[in-house]
């Protein structure tokens, strides 16, 4: 079978990341998959969480929200419920696990880096696109901060990217979108980094558990599709030089 959108199974939607979009954030970037949008941005705080105090090191966090009309219906806005969901939650504490492991916390002396990650259209992997435009966002914050002298050197140590796979009719596929997450097997998402390493895997069966070699397939998938996020990373980037 062939994949809705018509893509191989190898082939990532089309990418493009815009650097600088929100004027008054330290860093930010508008990332765009296919049908979805994500505002990224860094903003920098000479504070840091009460545990860190006093230790000489910083702390990167994360906040992730979708706008009413990012998805097909209106969906309510959490601040209107009074809480955010349990979906929320989890991936604002990817988004922030994933962007800790692209920095020196010492490197970055006493501060916080918040990223917000708006979605602004929703149309499948919006969590990975949010943790590779949040690394853009990041990346030039750090740049501003460095080339103002508030920081010795770049604390940033990895590239990060992510993007989704999955098993479908179709079979193994790369960077799924909605139609094809919303019925796949198995959904994954992996944050992997340029060199080669493993941040972090979350893969689920939606039905028969999957084998080894699918996964070992599936993993292959991400590394070819984020080589390209790299690339396109590194691109948006070229501007602060």
Do not use: F, W
């Given at each position: 079978?062939?994949?809705?959108?018509?893509?191989?199974?190898?082939?990532?939607?089309?990418?493009?990341?815009?650097?600088?979009?929100?004027r008054h954030a330290e860093g930010s970037a508008l990332i765009r998959m296919g049908g979805t949008e994500v505002l990224?941005?860094?903003s920098i705080e000479n504070r840091v969480p009460p545990f860190l105090r006093g230790k000489g090191q910083g702390w990167i966090t994360?906040?992730?929200?979708?706008?009413?009309?990012?998805?097909?219906?209106?969906?309510?806005?959490?601040?209107?419920?009074?809480?955010?969901?349990?979906?929320?939650?989890?991936?604002?504490?990817l988004i922030a696990r994933a962007l800790r492991a692209a920095v020196d916390l010492k490197a970055l002396g006493e501060m916080t880096i918040t990223l917000d990650c708006d979605v602004l259209n929703a149309d499948g992997g919006t969590r990975c696109a949010s943790i590779t435009g949040a690394w853009v966002a990041l990346a030039a914050a750090l740049d501003k901060q460095q080339k103002a002298g508030k920081l010795k050197r770049s604390p940033l140590i990895a590239q990060i990217a992510a993007i989704s796979c999955g098993l479908t009719a179709a079979g193994a596929v790369l960077d799924l979108d909605y139609i094809e997450d919303s019925n796949a097997q198995v959904d994954a998402n992996f944050v992997l980094t340029a060199e080669g390493g493993i941040v972090e895997i979350q893969g689920t069966a939606e039905t028969a558990p999957f084998s080894e070699t699918a996964f070992t397939e599936l993993l292959r998938l991400a590394r070819c599709g984020t080589a390209a996020l790299f690339v396109a990373q590194r691109q948006a980037l070229e501007g602060l030089s």
């Open positions: 079978m062939t994949r809705p959108s018509g893509r191989a199974a190898d082939e990532n939607r089309a990418v493009s990341i815009e650097l600088g979009y929100a990224c941005t860094a994360a906040e992730y929200g979708m706008l009413p009309r990012a998805t097909h219906a209106r969906g309510n806005r959490e601040a209107a419920k009074g809480r955010q969901s349990g979906r929320t939650h989890e991936i604002q504490r």
